[in-house]
Each structure stands twice: as structure tokens, then as C-alpha cells.
T-cell receptor, first 111, second 117 residues
Framework: SQQGEEDPQALSIQEGENATMNCSYKTSINNLQWYRQNSGRGLVHLILIRSNEREKHSGRLRVTLDTSKKSSSLLITASRAADTASYFCATIIQGAQKLVFGQGTRLTINP | EPEVTQTPSHQVTQMGQEVILRCVPISNHLYFYWYRQILGQKVEFLVSFYNNEISEKSEIFDDQFSVERPDGSNFTLKIRSTKLEDSAMYFC???????????????FGPGTRLTVT
């Protein structure tokens, strides 16, 4: 079983629309983090949500966490062409330090 | 803004050769990590390092891999005898600290693309 699976695997929307990506995980976590990766580049940390938090905002980003369903969502509002990238959720399992990444959602924003 | 740096950005090596990938974590961070991403696949954890010793490692991190913090700033990953399947992007990361109930963001470097031929 996979810890941290995103859906959809790919998402293509028009500039200005909102983009929603979902992440599910299997085991109890300490926190969940979202990262962005532009093609062939490094990972940029977007937002961290702790297991006792339900929602968090940062600029145009909104993250929710439902620990009962073991799922999280990342909403990007008013998308821009520069938001085109792959987005990964990553979890830290309780008692561990390592990040466990999902396969990612490839987001394309069409101008 | 402080950032993690990695060198080289791209390393090409022949199978069986040793490679050393270098990282400079953010200066006041205490935890250091290596991850890798094979082309088209997910990012995978290799090893974490704290207080001059390995604190956690994955099954990928076998005897061919080693890490070192040779001085106060560098953090290195050595692969003793590279295999074709070691070809991947290798990311270094650091975080300020961890503690009971306290986990912080891990800040990633831009990666080193390792190509084994």
C-alpha cells in the first residue's frame, strides 16, 4: 500500500480557474506537507499542516486535512501560468523523521 | 533567504566508479537528509542525519552508500560503486530541529542529477 497518493495524476485547467488536488495516506501522521516541483528542478515547500489542524491558508493556497478520512486537499485559487508544475503531498509518520512522498499531480495551467 | 545548495548540478559517471554528492544545508539547521527521485517516479527517502550520526535510513541505503559531515557546513553522500540503477536526481534537505510533537518543514536543495553509464 502507498503512503501518500495524489489524485488526479494530471490536471489541466484554464488560467484563472481554481485547481484542487487530493492526497490520501494510510498510517497515522504527525503532519502533512505539500511541495511543488517545476520540471526537472528542486522541491519547493508550500505549506505544512499539523495533524491537529483542519485547514490552513497561505496566499492563494488553501490546505485541508481530514485525519478521520486520512486525506488532504490543496486548493490553488485564481491559477496562473506560473503555477504549472507537479505537486506532491508528503507525510511524516508519527515517530519518524522522513518524508514519505506521493506520486504527485501534474498541473498544467493553460493561458 | 537562506537556502540549501548542492554541487554539482549534474554528474556523469561510469558504472563501478565512486561519486560524492555535496550539499551545504542551511546554517542553523540540525537535521539533514538525502532523498532521490528516479526519472518519472516519486521522491524516496534515503537517510537522515543528526548529531553526526545516521538517525534513520531506508532499505535503499545499503552498504554502497555513506554520508558524512566532514566540517561545519558540508554534508556529503558517497556512493562507492555506482550501478546503472543509481541514476536519479538526488536531493539534500535540512530542517531546523525535530522534537516530541514538533516537526518542521524540510528545505530542499535544487538536486544533483546523477547519470551512470
Amino acid at each position: 500500500s502507498q503512503q501518500g497518493e495524489e489524485d488526479p495524476q494530471a490536471l489541466s485547467i484554464q488560467e484563472g480557474e481554481n485547481a484542487t488536488m487530493n492526497c490520501s495516506y494510510k498510517t497515522s501522521i504527525n503532519n502533512l506537507q505539500w511541495y511543488r516541483q517545476n520540471s526537472g528542478r528542486g522541491l519547493v515547500h508550500l505549506i505544512l499542516i499539523r495533524s491537529n489542524e483542519r485547514e490552513k491558508h497561505s496566499g492563494r493556497l488553501r490546505v485541508t486535512l481530514d485525519t478521520s478520512k486520512k486525506s488532504s486537499s490543496l486548493l490553488i485559487t485564481a491559477s496562473r501560468a506560473a503555477d504549472t508544475a507537479s505537486y506532491f503531498c508528503a507525510t511524516i509518520i508519527q515517530g519518524a523523521q522522513k518524508l514519505v512522498f506521493g506520486q504527485g499531480t501534474r498541473l498544467t495551467i493553460n493561458p | 533567504e537562506p537556502e540549501v545548495t548542492q554541487t554539482p548540478s549534474h554528474q556523469v559517471t561510469q558504472m563501478g566508479q565512486e561519486v560524492i554528492l555535496r550539499c551545504v544545508p542551511i546554517s542553523n539547521h540540525l537535521y539533514f537528509y538525502w532523498y532521490r527521485q528516479i526519472l518519472g517516479q516519486k521522491v524516496e527517502f534515503l537517510v537522515s542525519f543528526y548529531n553526526n550520526e545516521i538517525s534513520e535510513k531506508s532499505e535503499i541505503f545499503d552498504d554502497q552508500f555513506s554520508v558524512e559531515r566532514p566540517d561545519g557546513s558540508n554534508f556529503t553522500l558517497k556512493i562507492r560503486s555506482t550501478k546503472l540503477e543509481d541514476s536519479a536526481m538526488y536531493f539534500c534537505a535540512s530542517s531546523p530541529t525535530v522534537g516530541p510533537g514538533l516537526y518542521y518543514e524540510q528545505y530542499f536543495g535544487p538536486g544533483t542529477r546523477l547519470t551512470v553509464t
